[in-house]
């Protein structure tokens, strides 16, 4: 094999063809797959760092809510703790109100009751007067009245 001149020149050509697509084909094209790794690459950590604050807003969302919940609960106990001292105080005082009720019923149907028996203690009186004067043909009054007597039989009626 002879090497003349139009070998080295196509080595040369070559060599200068190989440098020329380097500089206007190889290097521009290196550059934009080099924009476009950096373009993916910037995406991605801007999702990343985006994921991560939705994750921080969904904990916070949560957390929140739990929060919310458990302060709605502690409304519920203390309103319904609140009821329930309210309607303690209500029932205790309708209670002393109808105890005071009755008593004072009480007492005034005693006080009734003695007036009552006091006045059916005279009727008795008069009666006993009546029978003993119309038995007796005179007009007799009774000055002695054993009060034990009468009521025992006004127990026993």
Do not use: W
């Not at 950096?38 to 950590?45: C, M």
């Not at 739990?66 to 309103?79: F, Q």
């Amino acid at each position: 094999m002879e090497f003349n001149a139009t070998f080295f020149v196509s080595g040369i050509s070559f060599i200068v063809f190989a440098i020329l697509m380097n500089i206007v084909m190889y290097n521009p094209l290196a550059k934009v797959v080099e924009q476009r790794k950096k373009y993916i690459d910037g995406n991605y950590e801007d999702a990343d760092t985006a994921n991560q604050k939705a994750t921080g807003l969904i904990k916070d969302r949560a957390d929140k809510l739990a929060k919310a919940g458990s302060d709605a609960r502690k409304v519920i106990v203390d309103k319904t703790d609140e009821a329930k001292l309210k309607k303690a105080e209500v029932c205790a005082h309708a209670k002393n109100e109808a105890n005071e009720e009755i008593k004072s019923k009480k007492d005034e149907l005693k006080n009734t009751s003695i007036a009552v028996s006091n006045e059916l203690k005279q009727h008795v009186k008069g009666i006993a007067e009546t029978i003993s004067s119309k038995i007796l043909g005179e007009n007799s009054t009774i000055s002695e009245v054993d009060e034990e007597v009468i009521n025992n039989i006004m127990q026993e009626g």
